[in-house]
Nanobody
Framework: VQLVESGGGSVQPGGSLRLSCALT????????MGWYRESPGKHELVALI??????EYGESVKGRFTISRGNLKNTVDLQMNSLKAEDTAVYLC???????????????WGQGTQVTVSS
């Protein structure tokens, strides 16, 4: 099981970016999929969406970011609007509670994609 992230990059304050993440590999199920972010001294929830479709957001991104299931199976998208300098971080895709067909279960993490918000 691997997570492949795309999107990210640099944008000016107030701009928008879209991140996508795809889980590759055979699984039976997973509980949730989404994003965390890391910056110096911080590791925080950005957004998660459960297998049932419920979304959870970190306080700092509520009203600005939207998580959704992608068009392809086991993919997730994160639309980030009204970006601020404090959103600058490495964004990590996560798949939680995975039950793999050929691999062990648990939580899986992507390698991360950099988002930089700067004028």
């Amino acid at each position: 099981v691997q997570l492949v992230e795309s999107g990210g990059g640099s944008v000016q304050p107030g701009g928008s970016l879209r991140l996508s993440c795809a889980l590759t590999g055979s699984i039976f199920s997973m509980n949730a999929m989404g994003w965390y972010r890391e910056s110096p001294g911080k590791h925080e929830l950005v957004a998660l969406i459960t297998s049932g479709g419920s979304a959870e957001y970190g306080e700092s991104v509520k009203g600005r970011f939207t998580i959704s299931r992608g068009n392809l199976k086991n993919t997730v998208d994160l639309q980030m609007n009204s970006l601020k300098a404090e959103d600058t971080a490495v964004y990590l895709c996560v798949a939680k509670g995975v039950v793999g067909v050929y691999s062990g279960g648990g939580d899986f993490w992507g390698q991360g994609t950099q988002v930089t918000v700067s004028s």
